[in-house]
């Protein structure tokens, strides 16, 4: 994989967790306290910080044979979780990924929630949800820069599209101070599970011992293979018909039977 390639890679799946991380941040801030929710933040990106400061050297100094099946089946696996809903979404079974809706949904449960600080958090509801959602999106964004990085022995690489994407999205949050409803999030999130489960098919086999014909051209075939195969399961799902989902099963977990 050249480095531009990585670049995008990376900086495409990592603008999917960045926008629902935002959405999260500001739901907590505008419904609560900002100055709580921004704590949270800091306290959310010190604890990944950590996390990367300690995985990362480790994952550089791993045999690349090992590694590369290690890292293609856990991406296959994320991938897979990704592609298959990403495919429900566009079948029509699964309801669309809705940060308007879902930030609304945040906004009112945090507005009657009580308020109650600890310490030097005045507002401790806020803090948490922003330090959750910063930390569970976070860790998903370690996980896909520290994967590819290690793969292609180029972390500080990976790092670097993952903090533009996070940057971007910062940047986009801070000047509208609302959800990036116009980010085609689910369009990138069928991308991006394609992605995701190509590049886990190729190393997890590499990993095992297998050679591609044509070494990483084969990328060039297998990606558009898997993202065919995809679309020929959505084309399938509209096909079965029936009512499409909404955005409240969406912000409810539920999907259509």
Known sequence: MSSGALFIAVFLACIVEAVEALTIV??????RDWRSAL?????????LAVAV???????????????????????????????RKAILRAGGLKALHDETAI??????EAR????RGRGMVADWYSFTLSFKG???????VVFIALTFGANQRDVPLAALAAGAAVLVVTVAGVAVRAPLARVPEN????????????????????????????ADAALLVLIPSVALFALGLVALLRRA???PATADSFIHGEARP
Not at 40 to 45: D, K, S
Not at 187 to 196: A, D, E, N, S
């Open 26 to 31: 500001l739901a907590a801030a505008t419904g």
């Open 39 to 47: 704590i949270g933040v800091v306290a959310g990106v010190g604890v």
């Open 53 to 83: 400061a300690a995985l990362g050297p480790a994952l550089t100094a791993v045999p690349l044979t090992p590694l590369r099946l290690v890292i293609g089946g856990l991406l296959l696996i994320f991938g897979l979780q990704w592609l």
């Open 103 to 108: 930030f609304r949904t945040a906004v009112d």
């Open 112 to 115: 009657t929630t009580p308020s």
């Open 134 to 140: 910063v930390l569970l999106e976070g860790l998903e």
């Open 187 to 214: 369009t990138m999130k069928f991308v991006v599970g394609v992605m995701l489960t190509a590049f886990g098919m190729f190393w997890g086999a590499e990993g095992a011992g297998a050679r591609w014909p044509g």
């Open 241 to 243: 018909g029936g009512p």
